[in-house]
């Protein structure tokens, strides 16, 4: 199984590079944290085991309105591969399950 994530800002149509990631377990454990890359991605997240997981963005710097995003997902087999990226305007956001 494997973890990524990548962010684009929808306000510039381009990456969001520097973004601070944190991944938690659902009881607040923090896994790991890093920085997305030049092209708003991070692709070696630890692989979590089964269970619910949180993503949080640092999202302060690209929107004034929500200093932080929090995505919670649920690995149901552990032996896929695991893809949650983040669409991000100053006022609004969205995220899917990606490939």
């Not at 149509?13 to 973004?19: K, N, V």
């Amino acid at each position: 199984m494997s973890l990524s994530t990548h962010v684009l800002n929808a306000a510039t149509g381009r990456p969001a590079a520097g973004l601070t990631v944190r991944l938690e377990r659902a009881d607040g454990t923090v896994l790991a944290q890093g920085h997305t890359d030049d092209d708003g991605r991070i692709k070696d997240l630890p692989a979590p085991e089964a269970g619910t997981h949180r993503l949080i963005f640092d999202t302060g710097y690209i929107s004034p309105f929500y200093p932080e995003v929090t995505i919670a997902f649920t690995v149901t087999d552990p032996a896929e591969h695991y893809h949650v990226p983040l669409l991000l305007s100053p006022y609004s956001f969205s995220t899917y399950r990606g490939s």
